[in-house]
C-alpha cells in the first residue's frame, strides 16, 4: 500500500496523559469519514521531545508540525491539510514573545539545535513495528558485530568513540567492557539499567518508549563483546507503557531471530529477561540494583569489587544505563570517528536531558556535548516564561549542583558541569527562576534522598535528617550564622562516612547552593527573608513580605472585601505615611510576586486597592494617623523633601521629636513634586498628605539650600541630628558630540521646569532618548504641550524598564517610539540644534541580565529632524557643595556611603538615605530608608544601639477571609483600571487613571486568595 | 519463522522503505497535486490517483506525492508542481490522468520537464 502521508501521533506516556490516544482515534474517523484511509497512514510514536505542548501531531512528507491538539480540531485539520493540502496555521507552533507560527518542525528552533543520536528513532517510527526499526538501521550494528567484528574489535570501537556512561559518572563504557570481558568467572550478565529515579527526570522513560529495539540491540553487541549470553532490564514499575513496549519489542526480537540461540547464525545466544523493579532510588546504584535482582534488600554494598568483577549472582557483570546501549548500535553502524566528532575533548557524542522548570519549551532534548547551557536554555528551551529572571540551573537530580545564572556560557560536559559543583548525572536539567527559593528547592531535594535513604549507613540515614533539620530551621527563619558552617561540616562528614553514591551524593544540593547563593541563605538567617518570598515560615504573604516598607497587604484587603474600609485605611496608615501617592506611582513590587499572578495568572491590584483606600479616607475627610507620643526635645534636621525625607519625618514626629526639612526647591516634594507629572500625580494629592504630615509640628522650610543659604556643619550644631535625603536630580549625559547645545535638555530639568509652571523653552519637533519612566514622562508632557515628539530608544518594546501600563498609554496617545535607534551626534547650525544623527542597533548576544544586548549596524545611520533633544537615560546625586568639608565619603557614582543596614554616614548624628545612596530607585524604596532612617535616628539620640532588628513578616491583625457565593466565584476577573478618554487628556495635565470604584474594589479584593491564611505548620 | 540472515534486514526494511522516506520527509523528487476546491471539482483526485497507481507500480520508493491547495489558477486546473532536488519547482497545468503519468515518467523519474504541458518554472515563495 503507498500512502502519500504519514501522521505521526506521539503516544508516549506524556502526550496519553493529554489525550493524545484520543486524538489518534478521532484522526482514524475523521480520515475513514473523508475516504482518505488509503492515502494517509496515522502511526502512532514516541516523544518528539516537546512534551509540554503535547498532544503532537508531525504531518510527513510536509514537515508539518501541530500541537495542543484538541479533538475538536480534527475534522477541520483532516478536511483542510490531508484533504486540501492547506497547513492549519492556528494549530501550529509560535515561538513565546512572537506571533508568526512556525509551520515545519525543521524550522522551529526547539528542534533545529538538536542532534539526535540515542534519540534517532524518536517520533519517526512506530515502537511496536520492529520492521520500521529495521528500516532505519535496526539490528544492522547487531548483525555487523556478528558477522565481522571480534568482541575486541567491538570494545576498541566503543573505547575509540569515547562513549561514556550517561548514568551519570561517565566511566569510560568501552573500559568497563574491556574489564568485564578479562574478569575471570562466568556466566557473565549484562544489565540495563532502567531504574530512572531522579525527580522530573523521564529520558530513559522516553527512550524506552519510542525505541525499544535500539536497548535490547546496545545490550546484544554488549553482551557479544564480553562474551554474555543473558542480559537484564532493570526498570521500575512505574514505567508501565515502557515495560508493555520493551516486552513487545523483546517477544518481536525473539521472532525474527534477532534474540534468542544462533542469532544471524553466529552462534551467538543472547536472551534478555525484564525485571521490574519496585521504585526504589538506591535500585539506581548498581550493587542495590543487583541485590534487588537477586531477591535480597535493595542494599548497596562496598566496592571494590565491582559488578564487573562481581557482580550478579557473583558473576562478572557490565551495567550500563539505557542512553548509553542506545548510543551503542550507532557507533558501531556510523564508526568510533564519526561519533568522536561530536563533543570536546573529554566528553564525546551527545546528552540527553529532560529540560524541566521555569523554562517555556520543557521537554526532552538530545544535545551534543559541549553546548551552552544558554542555548539549551535559551534557543532550545525558548528562554523563562512571564518575563521573570533566571535564577539557577539545576543538573544531575537529588546527586547534583545547582550552576547560577552567571555561569550560563559554559560548555556543557562532565568536567565542566563538576568543576562548578554539580554533575552530569542522568540528565535532569531543572530550570529554576527569580520566584524559586534556592532554600527550599535544596530542602525539596533533600526531602527526597533522606526518604530514599535506604538505612543501611549512619552517615546518609540519620545525617540527611540532621540537614533536613537545619534547612527547615533555616526557612523558618530560626537558624544562625553557626548553622551554615555546621551544615557544610555535616554535608562532607556524609559524603565521606556513606557507601554509595546515594549517600555520597544527596548533600550536594545543600553544598552547591552554599557555594553559589550564600546570600539567599543569609538572607533568610539574618534579615529574615526570602528574597523569592516562598518559606511560608518567614514570609507568611509574598506581597507582604515583599513591600519595602511592610504593607499589611491581606489585611487590607481582606477587610476591604469586608466592605471595612475605615478600618482597611487605618491598616494602611500604619506602615505608609504616603498611599494616596503610593497608590498611584509606586512600581507595586507585590504585584510582581502574587500568587494570583503566578504562572501567568493575573495579579491583584493592590497598588490600585491601595489608592481606592487613600482617596477613600481624602474624600471622607478620615485621618488615620496615630496620636503622636509626647514632645521631646531634640530636633532633627532632615535635608530634602521627598518620599524619603517625608517619611523619615513624619515617623520622627510620631516619637515626639520637632523635625526640620530643608528644602531646596519653593515646594515640598522632592522627586514627587518635581519629577512626576501632574497627570499621573496630581498636586493637590500629594500636597494633601504633606499637610497631613505637616500637621504632626514638622516644619517645611522651602527655598533653603543646605550648602548654599545654611551650612551641614550649622546644622550639625543646631540639631541632634541629621538625615541626608537629597535624591539624585542630576542627569546623565549622552556623551555624543554636540550635547552641549542649549536646546538639549534634560528630562529631569524639563520635567521639573514644567512642574514649577515656569516658562519651558523648547521647539516643535522633541526626540526624547531612552527607555524608562522619565522618558515616557517627558514625552507624554511634551506631548500635552502641543509638541511633534517620539521616543528613541536602544532597544526593543520588550526590554523597555519602564512601567508596562504607561507605555501603553503612551501608545494611546500616539506617541511613536523608534526602537533600535541610538543617538550618535547631536546637529547645530548657527548656534541651533537641527538634527540628530542616529545609527540602527540590532540584537546580539544576551547579557548577564538574560536581555539582548543592542549593537551598532555599521553604516546604518541616519538623521532625525529635530530642534529640541531630550535625554533621559538616568540621573546622579548632586551633592558636592553640600557636603564638601564635612566628612562624608561619596562613592564613584557620587552617592553618599552609608552604612546598608543603619544608613549611617560615618560621621556623627549624620544619617542618609533614599535615591541620594542608592542612585535613582523608586518611590517605595526611598520611603523605607525613610523608616529605617527614623529608627535609628531614635536610637541614636535616646543613646540605644544603633542597630536594626529584623523580623519575621506577619500580619498585625486577624482578618477572616470572606466566604465567596458560587456566583461571585465565577464572576471573578481582574477589573482594568477605568481611564480618562484620550481625547480628554491631551491638552490638559488631568489625572489619566480614575480609580476604582468601591464596588470594584471590593469584588478585586475578594479575588486575592488570601495566601497569608496558609499555615506555615 | 525461519532464522535470519544479515542480508534478511535489508529485505524487511526495503519492503517499507517508500513509507519510511515519506517519514522522513525526504525524497529525489516530489509531485504536488493541488486539491482546493477547484482543484477537486476539475478532477485533481483522478489526476492523484493516476499518480500514486503509477508509483505503485513501477515500485518507485523515492518520489513523493503530496497535496497542496488551489495554486491560484483556478481555471487551468487540475494542476500538479514538480519539484526535483536542487532544482526550480515546474508547475503543470490543464491535466488528465494520462498527462499526470507522462510527467511523472518524464520529468520526475526522468528529469526532463514536460515543456507542452508546463505552465512555468518557480514557485511563489510564503513566509
Known amino acids: 500500500m503507498a500512502y502519500r502521508a504519514n501522521a505521526l501521533i506521539c503516544t508516549c506516556t506524556n502526550c496519553i496523559s493529554n489525550g493524545s490516544l484520543q486524538i489518534k482515534d478521532a484522526l482514524q474517523a475523521e480520515i475513514g469519514r473523508r475516504g482518505l484511509q488509503d492515502d494517509v497512514l496515522v502511526v502512532p510514536t514516541g516523544a518528539s521531545g516537546l512534551c509540554v505542548r503535547g498532544p503532537i501531531l508531525l504531518v510527513q512528507p510536509d514537515g508539518i508540525f501541530y500541537q495542543r491538539l484538541r479533538t475538536e480540531d480534527i475534522p477541520y485539520l483532516v478536511e483542510e491539510h490531508l ?46 513495528k520492529i520492521e520500521e526499526y529495521i528500516a532505519r538501521d535496526g539490528y544492522k550494528a547487531l548483525a555487523k558485530a556478528l558477522t565481522s567484528m571480534s568482541p575486541n574489535e567491538v570494545i576498541t570501537t566503543i573505547k575509540e568513540a569515547g562513549l561514556r ?29 532502567a531504574d530512572e529515579g531522579d525527580p522530573g527526570a523521564f529520558m530513559d522513560r522516553s527512550i524506552i518508549e519510542a525505541d525499544p529495539h535500539s536497548i535490547l540491540e546496545g545490550m546484544a553487541i554488549g553482551a557479544y563483546a564480553i562474551e554474555a549470553s543473558k542480559g537484564y532490564v532493570y526498570v521500575r514499575i512505574e514505567y508501565p507503557l515502557a515495560i508493555e513496549r520493551l516486552e513487545y519489542a523483546v517477544s518481536r526480537a525473539y521472532e525474527y531471530g534477532l534474540l534468542g540461540e544462533d542469532i544471524f547464525g553466529s552462534g551467538f545466544n543472547f536472551d534478555v529477561e525484564i525485571f521490574q523493579g519496585a521504585g526504589a532510588f538506591v535500585c539506581g546504584e548498581e550493587t542495590s540494583l543487583i541485590a534487588s535482582i537477586e531477591g535480597r534488600p535493595a542494599e548497596p554494598r562496598v566496592r571494590p569489587p565491582f559488578p564487573v568483577q562481581s557482580g550478579l549472582w557473583g558473576n562478572p557483570t557490565n551495567i550500563n544505563n539505557v542512553e548509553t546501549w542506545s548510543n551503542v548500535p550507532a557507533i558501531i553502524n556510523w564508526g568510533a570517528e564519526w561519533f568522536s566528532a561530536l563533543g570536546t575533548e573529554t566528553s564525546k557524542g551527545t546528552k540527553v536531558f529532560s529540560l524541566a522548570g521555569n523554562v517555556h519549551n520543557a521537554g526532552l532534548v538530545e544535545v551534543p556535548m559541549g553546548i551552552t547551557l544558554r542555548e539549551i536554555i535559551y534557543d532550545i528551551g525558548g528562554g523563562i516564561p512571564y518575563g521573570k529572571k533566571l535564577k539557577a540551573v539545576q543538573t544531575g537530580g537529588p546527586s547534583g549542583g545547582f550552576i547560577p545564572s552567571h555561569l550560563l556560557d559554559m560548555p556543557v560536559d562532565y568536567e565542566r558541569l563538576q568543576e562548578v559543583g554539580a554533575i552530569m548525572g542522568s540528565g535532569g536539567m531543572v530550570v529554576i527562576d527569580e520566584d524559586t527559593c534556592i532554600v527550599d528547592i535544596a530542602k525539596y531535594f533533600l526531602e527526597f534522598t533522606n526518604d530514599e535513604s535506604c538505612g543501611k549507613c549512619t552517615a546518609c540515614r540519620e545525617g540527611s535528617e540532621v540537614l533536613l533539620t537545619l534547612l527547615n530551621k533555616i526557612s523558618d527563619g530560626e537558624a544562625e550564622d553557626t548553622d551554615l558552617t555546621l551544615l557544610e561540616e555535616l554535608g562532607e562528614a556524609v559524603k565521606e562516612a556513606s557507601m554509595c553514591g546515594l549517600g555520597q551524593t544527596l548533600p550536594n544540593p545543600v553544598l552547591s547552593t552554599l557555594r553559589h547563593f550564600r546570600d539567599e541563605y543569609d538572607a533568610h538567617i539574618k534579615y529574615k527573608r ?42 494602611v496608615r500604619r506602615e505608609n505615611p504616603l498611599p494616596a501617592i503610593c497608590g498611584r506611582v509606586c512600581t507595586a513590587p507585590c504585584e510582581g510576586k502574587c500568587r494570583s499572578g503566578a504562572g501567568g495568572g493575573d495579579a491583584i491590584s493592590i497598588r490600585a486597592l491601595k489608592r481606592f483606600l487613600a482617596d477613600y479616607a481624602r474624600k471622607n475627610g478620615l485621618d488615620p494617623t496615630p496620636k503622636p507620643k509626647e514632645r521631646k526635645p531634640e530636633r532633627v534636621a532632615i535635608i530634602g523633601s521627598g518620599p524619603a525625607g517625608l517619611t523619615c519625618a513624619y515617623y520622627l514626629a510620631l516619637e515626639g521629636y520637632p523635625v526640620t526639612i530643608f528644602e531646596s526647591l519653593p515646594v515640598a516634594g522632592g522627586m514627587l513634586a518635581t519629577g512626576i507629572p501632574d497627570y499621573r500625580l496630581p498636586k493637590d494629592i500629594l500636597n494633601y498628605e504633606i499637610d497631613l504630615i505637616c500637621k504632626l509640628g514638622v516644619e517645611i522650610r522651602t527655598n533653603a539650600t543646605v550648602g548654599e543659604d545654611v551650612q551641614l556643619s550649622d546644622l550639625r550644631e543646631q540639631y541632634k541630628a541629621v538625615f541626608i535625603a537629597t535624591g539624585a536630580h542630576k542627569g546623565l549625559k549622552l556623551n555624543i558630540e554636540g550635547e552641549d547645545s542649549p536646546q538639549v535638555i534634560d528630562a529631569v530639568d524639563f520635567l521639573r521646569a514644567v512642574n514649577l509652571g515656569g516658562e519651558v523653552a523648547i521647539g516643535e519637533k522633541v526626540a526624547v532618548i531612552g527607555g524608562g519612566d522619565a522618558a515616557v514622562d517627558a514625552a507624554r508632557v511634551a506631548r500635552r504641550l502641543g509638541k511633534d515628539v517620539k521616543i528613541l530608544y536602544r532597544r526593543t518594546r520588550n526590554e523597555m524598564p519602564a512601567a508596562k501600563e504607561e507605555i501603553e498609554e503612551l501608545d494611546r496617545e500616539g506617541i511613536a517610539i523608534e526602537f533600535l535607534v541610538a543617538p550618535v551626534k547631536a546637529l547645530s547650525e548657527n548656534g541651533r540644534l537641527n538634527g540628530l544623527e542616529c545609527i540602527r542597533m540590532e540584537l546580539g548576544d544576551l547579557d548577564r541580565t538574560g536581555r539582548r544586548r543592542p549593537v551598532p549596524i555599521e553604516g546604518s545611520e541616519f538623521t532625525v529632524e529635530i530642534d529640541t533633544l531630550v535625554p533621559a537615560i538616568g540621573q546622579e546625586p548632586d551633592v558636592v557643595p553640600m557636603v564638601d568639608g564635612n566628612g562624608l565619603k561619596l562613592s564613584r557614582w557620587n552617592t553618599v556611603e552609608v552604612d546598608p543596614e543603619t544608613l549611617y554616614a560615618g560621621v556623627e548624628g549624620i544619617f542618609a538615605g533614599g535615591d541620594v545612596v542608592s542612585g535613582p530607585a523608586t518611590v517605595v524604596d526611598a520611603m523605607a530608608h525613610g523608616k529605617n532612617a527614623s529608627r535609628m535616628i531614635h536610637n541614636y539620640i535616646q543613646g540605644l544601639p544603633v542597630k536594626r532588628g529584623y523580623s519575621v513578616t506577619r500580619p498585625a491583625i486577624d482578618v477572616e477571609v470572606v466566604e465567596l457565593t458560587d456566583e461571585e466565584i465565577e464572576g471573578l476577573q481582574k477589573p482594568g483600571m477605568p481611564l480618562l478618554p484620550v481625547q480628554e487628556r491631551l491638552d490638559t495635565f488631568e489625572e489619566v487613571a480614575l480609580g476604582f470604584s468601591a464596588e470594584m474594589a471590593m469584588a478585586e479584593a475578594k479575588r486575592c486568595v488570601r495566601c497569608d491564611k496558609e499555615s506555615a505548620d | 519463522m525461519p532464522k535470519m540472515k544479515p542480508g534478511d534486514l535489508e529485505r524487511i526494511g526495503e519492503r517499507i522503505k517508500r513509507t519510511m522516506l515519506l517519514r522522513e520527509g525526504e525524497s529525489r523528487a516530489k509531485v504536488i497535486v493541488h486539491m482546493g476546491t477547484c482543484g477537486i471539482a476539475a478532477g485533481a483526485r483522478g489526476v492523484m490517483k493516476a499518480v500514486m497507481d503509477e508509483i505503485e507500480e513501477r515500485d518507485i520508493d523515492d518520489v513523493v506525492v503530496t497535496i497542496s491547495s488551489c495554486a491560484g489558477l483556478c481555471s487551468r486546473e487540475p494542476m500538479i508542481t514538480v519539484e526535483l532536488q536542487g532544482e526550480p519547482a515546474v508547475k503543470y497545468v490543464d491535466l488528465t490522468p494520462e498527462k499526470a503519468k507522462k510527467i511523472l515518467v518524464e520529468h520526475a523519474l526522468g528529469g526532463k520537464i514536460v515543456t507542452e504541458y508546463a505552465l512555468a518554472a518557480g514557485s511563489e515563495r510564503s513566509i
Open chain 1, 83 to 128: 484533504l486540501k493540502g492547506r497547513p492549519v496555521r492556528s494549530l501550529m507552533y509560535v515561538p513565546p514573545g512572537e506571533e508568526v507560527p512556525i509551520p515545519e518542525l525543521r524550522d522551529i528552533p526547539f528542534f533545529k539545535d538538536q542532534r539526535l543520536v540515542a534519540l534517532r528513532n524518536r517520533g519517526m517510527i512506530d515502537p511496536e
Open chain 1, 530 to 571: 526570602c528574597p523569592a518570598a516562598v518559606c511560608k515560615g518567614i514570609t507568611s504573604s509574598p506581597c507582604q513580605h515583599t513591600c519595602p516598607i511592610d504593607q499589611d497587604v491581606p489585611c487590607y484587603i481582606g477587610l476591604i472585601a469586608q466592605g471595612k474600609f475605615d478600618e482597611a485605611a487605618e491598616i
Open chain 1, 165 to 193: 556512561g550517561r548514568g551519570g559518572a561517565g566511566f569510560p563504557t568501552g573500559v568497563k567492557w574491556e574489564l568485564c570481558r578479562n574478569s575471570v568467572g562466568g556466566p557473565k550478565y549484562v544489565i540495563c539499567n
